[in-house]
């Protein structure tokens, strides 16, 4: 089945300063790969997606690109601010079987 | 608040019990999914709906769980016999069916003792 590795685990960065996180994935098939916000003890949020058709996708601080030959994707967030710290979740989902099967997370802290 | 909500947000239960939760979806949101997270991972799935019809159960489903969407709007997990390896958050998203967005409800957290 569709293995989604991400990494770091935890990141810790300056406030003002880039994040960026990554997730590879197997199943080459894949062609949608949303990423989730999660706050404590809250629901996980939809902050930005990519489709296989585009390779990059960008939402004001937040930027999503995508390598499909290399079967990786990233998360990359510009001027951090406090309010960005949070598990951040990669996602793929498993062509014609309309699931996502999630990455293990990504602690961020972002240090004022 | 028009999101995906869920009902109870938690539930405290002894070995052995059964437990059911409710999920209720976006309006007019076609596919319905159920996860399972527990503490440090990221969502697993475990099944999915489309209108009413169940059409896809992972092998993480035991036979002691069940999902119902009757009538295509809201959906219950019925879990049986529950045991402590039950404890966990169950989250359900709802999807418009157009697109591949999935959108989370708050979950119910369930505690098993």
């Known amino acids: 089945g569709e293995n989604v590795e991400q990494h770091p685990s935890t990141l810790s960065v300056q406030e003002g300063d880039s994040a960026v996180i990554k997730c590879t994935y197997s199943d080459s098939a894949s062609n949608y790969f949303p990423w989730y916000k999660q706050e404590l003890g809250k629901r996980p949020q939809l902050i930005i997606d990519?489709?296989?058709?585009?390779g990059e996708k960008k939402d004001q601080r937040i930027a999503v690109t995508l390598n499909k030959t290399a079967k990786h994707f990233s998360l990359h967030i510009t001027e951090t601010q406090p309010e960005d710290s949070a598990v951040y979740f990669c996602?793929?989902?498993?062509?014609?079987?309309?699931?996502?099967?999630f990455g293990q997370g990504t602690r961020l802290t972002i240090n004022p | 608040d028009t999101g995906v909500s869920q009902d109870p947000r938690h539930k405290i239960t002894k070995r052995g019990q059964n437990v059911t939760f409710r999920c209720d979806p976006i309006s007019e949101h076609n596919r319905l999914y159920w996860y399972r997270q527990t503490l440090g991972q990221g969502p697993e799935f475990l099944t999915y709906?489309?209108?009413?019809?169940?059409?896809?159960k992972s092998r993480l489903l035991s036979d002691r769980f069940s999902a119902e969407r009757p009538k295509g709007s809201f959906s219950t997990l019925e879990i049986q016999r529950t045991e402590q390896g039950d404890s966990a958050m169950y989250l359900c998203?709802?999807?418009?069916?157009?697109?591949?967005?999935?959108?989370f409800g708050p979950g119910t957290r369930l505690t098993v003792l």
């Open positions: 996602a793929v989902e498993i062509q014609g079987a309309q699931k996502l099967v």
């Open positions: 998203a709802s999807s418009p069916g157009h697109y591949n967005e999935q959108f």
């Open positions: 709906f489309q209108n009413e019809a169940q059409l896809e």
């Open positions: 990519i489709r296989s058709n585009v």
